[in-house]
């Protein structure tokens, strides 16, 4: 019997980023489980940061999800949650954005949750999905480490930037939860955890965990 199969795309076309979320989502892993794998996208810009990125890789995204035959859910790594619903119109088979299943997520941990963002202009565009999730009073507070998404995934002192901004979330701001605005924060989750006390959240394994479910119930 062929394993279920879920296809975790990094919109940004910098396989630092891919390498972090591969080894972010290695726990989510057993045996006879579903396949993760995780894969580029060639097209998208080095990293997602503005909304004419965003807009840049909607439909190279939908190309690849109508192209790929084996795969029995998607996941787009990407915390703007690019081509989300055009991937889904384009497909019978589950799409999953790392935004919505990260959010949904910090509400199962938390009354009111933080976000660290990559830099101050992303947090407009985040706050806006969040209106329109309808969520916004669930939201104690967004911080940006003004970093790029290569920075993020590989740079010097991102993790204690992402501890300061944490901890003024927790303590200056009331969240109960941190919830990491950036595929490309995947490998500090653990030890910023660590550091602050409270739950932090990859929107990655989120969304993941949530595929997991999706396909193990279809099979």
Same mark, same amino acid.
């Given at each position: 019997m062929t394993r279920p199969r879920i296809l975790v795309v990094n919109p940004n076309s910098n396989e630092a980023v891919t390498r972090g979320l591969e080894e972010a989502l290695r726990p989510l892993s057993f045996a006879d489980g579903p396949e993760i794998r995780c894969r580029t996208l060639a097209e998208g810009p080095f990293g997602i940061e503005s909304q004419a990125d965003v807009e840049s890789v909607a439909m190279p995204l939908r190309r690849l999800v109508e192209g790929e035959t084996e795969a029995d859910a998607f996941v787009i790594a990407c915390y703007?949650?690019?081509?989300?619903?055009?991937?889904?119109?384009?497909? !019978?088979?589950?799409? *999953?954005g790392i935004a919505e299943s990260g959010v949904l997520t910090a509400l199962? %941990? !938390?009354?009111? *949750?933080?976000?660290? !963002?990559?830099?101050?202009?992303?947090?407009? %565009?985040?706050? %806006?999905?969040?209106r329109q999730m309808g969520l916004s009073d669930r939201l104690a507070g967004e911080r940006a480490l003004e970093m790029s998404v290569a920075e993020t995934a590989s740079g010097e002192g991102t993790l204690a930037r992402m501890i300061a901004l944490g901890t003024a979330l927790r303590d200056q701001d009331g969240a109960g939860a941190v919830l990491m605005g950036c595929a490309g924060m995947a490998r500090h989750r653990r030890p910023l955890e660590d550091a602050l006390g409270i739950p932090v959240i990859d929107p990655t394994q989120a969304a993941v965990t949530m595929a997991l479910g999706t396909v193990a119930l279809a099979s």
């Open positions: 703007s949650d690019p081509g989300l619903h055009v991937c889904r119109e384009g497909t !019978a088979r589950p799409v *999953f199962a %941990r !938390a009354e009111r *949750f933080g976000v660290i !963002a990559i830099k101050s202009r992303s947090i407009q %565009r985040h706050l %806006r999905y969040l």
